[in-house]
């Protein structure tokens, strides 16, 4: 059986070299093993993949908080990601703060005392950084789907992904939900859980039956 992290590297390997896409590998390792972690890159390509543990009452609130819709907009992700890429020297302190974003995130998911929101402040605020690495990371109805969202109630969110379209992840009080979701209507709201085990062998025929 293939293992979580051979199964990331070889997805990374084939994106990366075989194929030649401008593409980074943080969405290779969360489909290989699944959860919440924390995944720290460096600059030799290795990678660390470790477990983020904080409490199940967290994690439900966590979930009862967050929303996900299609923006409607596809895009094609390599181009997007290359743009970004062209640009990181001028962006270094804005990586860095992103950087810095990663234990400031585990941190309130950790701790029972720090409200939530405080969750959603941090997203909005990475969200502005994220827009800064390119001018090709949001478009304008990116925005207004995003300010549209805020004003019905939202905290924050973000584009997933590169950028530039797909999927929006927005978070906010769940008695906000409603409003937001009818503020949004046009869009496609999907019901999401989140997800333990990443990529797994569901059906196996060896005979090809």
């Not at 009452?57 to 908080?65: G, I």
């Not at 859980?193 to 797994?200: M, P, Y």
Request: hydrophobic residues 40%; charged residues 25%.
């Amino acid at each position: 059986m293939v293992s979580q992290d051979a199964l990331a590297r070889d997805a990374i390997h084939i994106e990366q070299n075989l194929i030649g896409e401008n593409v980074g590998s943080q969405d290779q390792l969360s489909a290989a093993y699944g959860g919440f972690n924390r995944i720290d890159f460096h600059r030799d390509d290795t990678f660390d993949v470790a477990p983020v543990i904080f409490p199940a009452h967290r994690r439900a609130e966590l979930h009862d908080h967050l929303m996900l819709c299609f923006t409607g907009v596809s895009r094609i992700a390599d181009e997007i990601a290359k743009s970004k890429i062209d640009n990181l020297r001028n962006r270094e302190t804005e990586l860095m703060r992103m950087r810095e974003m990663v234990d400031e995130a585990i941190a309130i998911l950790a701790d029972s005392r720090v409200s939530m929101d405080e969750f959603g402040k941090l997203l909005d605020l990475s969200w502005k950084y994220k827009r800064s690495l390119s001018d090709r990371v949001s478009t304008p109805e990116i925005n207004q789907i995003y300010e549209e969202a805020m004003r019905a109630g939202a905290t924050g969110g973000k584009i997933l992904g590169a950028g530039g379209g797909g999927f929006m992840l927005l978070f906010a009080k769940p008695e906000r939900h409603a409003a937001i979701r009818e503020r949004l209507k046009g869009l496609v709201h999907v019901t999401f859980n989140f997800d333990d085990s990443g990529s797994r062998v569901v059906l196996y025929q060896p005979n090809g039956l």
